[in-house]
């Protein structure tokens, strides 16, 4: 398992390299909704905590406030915690699952 080296806990993007299908499957990842997008670069700002499974792709992600990037693609899956703003670079068109957590109350 990868993380970015943030300053703040709350930063932190945690990678897991292609997790087993037994793992995949607990967490009903088949079950969630898809979504893809092109080679390109956007800032994106995490309002809930994502979890997220690639199919296909490559991205390095530049968290704001950090000189790092951390790179993903095709069978990682990738935890975005809730308040995290980065930059996606889309080296390689995505392919993914995904599922945003509820909103604590």
């Given at each position: 398992?990868?993380?970015?080296?943030?300053?703040?806990?709350?930063?932190?993007?945690?990678?897991?390299?292609?997790?087993?299908?037994?793992?995949?499957?607990?967490?009903?990842?088949?079950?969630?909704?898809?979504?893809?997008?092109?080679?390109?670069k956007f800032i994106y700002?995490?309002?809930?905590?994502?979890?997220?499974?690639?199919?296909?792709?490559?991205?390095?992600?530049?968290?704001?406030?950090?000189?790092?990037?951390?790179?993903?693609?095709?069978?990682?899956?990738?935890?975005?915690?809730?308040?995290?703003?980065?930059?996606?670079?889309?080296?390689?068109?995505?392919?993914?699952?995904?599922?945003?957590?509820?909103?604590?109350?």
């Open positions: 398992m990868a993380t970015s080296s943030q300053p703040n806990a709350s930063t932190t993007i945690i990678v897991e390299r292609n997790p087993s299908e037994t793992r995949l499957s607990e967490l009903g990842v088949w079950s969630w909704p898809k979504w893809a997008c092109p080679p390109g700002k995490y309002a809930a905590e994502e979890t997220c499974y690639f199919l296909k792709g490559r991205v390095k992600a530049y968290p704001k406030g950090s000189s790092e990037c951390l790179e993903f693609g095709a069978k990682d899956l990738v935890i975005f915690p809730k308040g995290l703003t980065c930059t996606w670079d889309v080296s390689v068109g995505v392919d993914k699952y995904y599922k945003f957590e509820p909103p604590s109350s």
